[in-house]
Nanobody, 127 residues
């Protein structure tokens, strides 16, 4: 049974940093493309960042423009865990952050392309 469990969310002031984690079980995180999405109240779920499988020879990471230079996606293959390091946080980054995995090697910005989802972790940035 595949499980993705997020942790590390919380409340932070504008300009602060947070790292959210996604512990995977029932699958090998390094062999799949994985990603982070977020959903703010009243808005659609939005792609944030994605990382390809370790065997993918194309682009390995992808980010939405609004987080480029501030967020970094990474994966610890030994721990089967996905991370999202978030720096220079802004109030508009406030959302529930979801971890997702898809049964392909390349990333995708479409939520429909992902088969497995975590329950989400709340990130709140105060102004």
């Amino acid at each position: 049974q595949v499980r993705l469990v997020e942790s590390g969310g919380g409340l932070v002031q504008t300009g602060g940093s947070l790292r959210v984690s996604c512990a995977a079980s029932g699958l090998t995180a390094s062999s799949l493309a994985m990603g982070w999405f977020r959903q703010a109240p009243g808005k659609e779920r939005e792609f944030v960042a994605g990382v390809a499988s370790i065997s993918w020879t194309g682009r390995t990471t992808e980010y939405v423009n609004s987080v480029k230079g501030r967020f970094t996606i990474s994966r610890d293959n030994a721990k089967n865990t996905l991370y999202l390091q978030m720096n220079s946080l802004k109030p508009e980054d406030t959302a529930v952050y979801y971890c997702a995995a898809r049964r392909y090697q390349s990333t995708s910005t479409s939520a429909a392309a992902y088969s497995y989802w975590g329950q989400g972790t709340q990130v709140t940035v105060s102004s």
